[in-house]
């Protein structure tokens, strides 16, 4: 007889589990022990939520009291097609173990990032038309065309639709735990060569948002995730940014809240060569009549709703060449941290930044909260 496949094996030991530690005390308190799920989780079968199935699996041990705890105030229902399979809320981001930088490293000017600033911030690697998958010398073939990516979860990264679809193949590679790029191409391809903190993830897939379309006036609707292939860990270089799902939409940005936007892009009109320091701005959102206002006269029009615009503080301070699918951000004092929170994806500006004070134009990610979460896959 053939063995039974891990998954199943997975599933009948949580299952098995469940009832013998759990299933008592869940029955007991079943009117008020089932809750509704936050907005950043989802109502899934146990054998689904690999964060809470760990709680039941382990080798060498039962359950502690604590995980116990846990497992019965997660429980949301029980599934309609498993006997003794609770559902259980499954956390779809990491909400409130995100967005945290340590204060020494917070500076709000513009300017270089400091190492560890903003451990969220990845760029989109891509495979040439002419390069073979396994390289010219065995060595995987890579570049930078400059799209970046906002870690959200260890699986999941957010960034615009236009840098997953306007071009010939989707980004192949997420770079991780970088703050200077590297000159040498070959340093992208292979990260431990070339740095101690930087490194690649291969894509497993992406998804953007149905009603992008590539090209179109205005770049509506450009924001695309993007789904690694395996978990990453979480460090000191690499950590996930918080969504707004508090923040109801209007109530996001308080008036002249300073906001953040990252890149590797051009810091001055006219220039398209990219800085090799991953570089901050500091920018305030302007009012949507401004924003259309300045963009009349353009193919492209600004939907208050979707997007927001900003404008930088000084000359040359807007996002700019290579800083598209970057991320906006504000911060948010929430239990006595000092959150990071991401609230727009970079998606379009003028040809050069800061020209004539034209904004850089973003997606709006409170907008598409319910879009996220429901795209975003537990296992």
């Not at 391809?189 to 090209?215: I, K, L, R, W």
């Not at 927001?308 to 004092?333: I, Q």
Request: hydrophobic letters at 40%; aromatic letters at 6%.
């Amino acid at each position: 007889m053939a063995p039974a496949p891990p998954a199943l094996l997975l599933w009948l030991a949580g299952a098995a589990l469940w009832a013998a530690l759990c299933l008592p005390a869940a029955l007991a308190t079943a009117a008020h022990s089932q809750r509704t799920c936050e907005a950043f989780e989802k109502c899934v079968p146990l054998s689904d939520c690999k964060s809470l199935l760990r709680l039941v699996t382990h080798k060498d041990r039962k359950p502690s009291e604590h995980e116990k705890a846990l497992l019965r105030g997660a429980q949301c229902g029980w599934s309609p097609t498993s006997a003794f399979m609770p559902l259980v809320c499954c956390d779809l981001v990491p909400w409130g173990r995100c967005g945290e930088v340590p204060g020494a490293l917070r500076d709000a000017a513009n300017g270089p990032a400091n190492e560890g600033e903003f451990p969220w911030m990845a760029r989109l690697l891509y495979r040439g038309p002419a390069d073979r998958a396994d390289g010219a010398d065995g060595a995987e073939l890579l570049h930078y065309e400059g799209c970046a990516a906002s870690l959200i979860s260890d699986r999941y990264l957010l960034t615009a639709a236009s840098c997953v679809t306007a071009r010939d193949n989707p980004p192949a590679y997420v770079r991780l735990g970088e703050l200077d790029a590297p000159e040498d191409p070959a340093c992208v391809a292979n990260s431990s060569d070339c740095s101690s903190t930087a490194f690649n993830v291969a894509v497993q897939d992406v998804v953007v948002h149905p009603e992008y379309a590539v090209g179109a006036a205005g770049h509506q609707h450009d924001i695309a995730l993007v789904r690694l292939k395996t978990a990453v860990r979480y460090s000191e270089h690499v950590a996930p940014v918080c969504l707004p799902i508090t923040d109801p939409l209007g109530d996001t940005l308080k008036k002249d809240r300073p906001l953040t936007v990252l890149g590797w892009g051009s810091l001055h009109r006219a220039n398209t060569n990219t800085t090799r320091r991953l570089t901050k701005s500091v920018l305030r959102e302007v009012p949507h009549e401004f924003c259309t206002e300045k963009y009349r006269e353009t193919p492209d029009h600004v939907d208050g709703v979707h997007q927001l615009c900003g404008r930088g503080l000084a000359e040359g301070s807007d996002a700019c060449h290579g800083d598209r699918g970057a991320p906006l951000s504000s911060t948010s004092v929430r239990q006595g941290a000092v959150l990071t929170i991401l609230e727009g994806v970079a998606s379009f500006g003028t040809v050069s930044c800061a020209t004539d004070g034209m904004p850089a134009v973003f997606a709006r990610v409170a907008t598409y909260l319910p879009w996220i979460m429901t795209s975003i896959k537990v296992a």
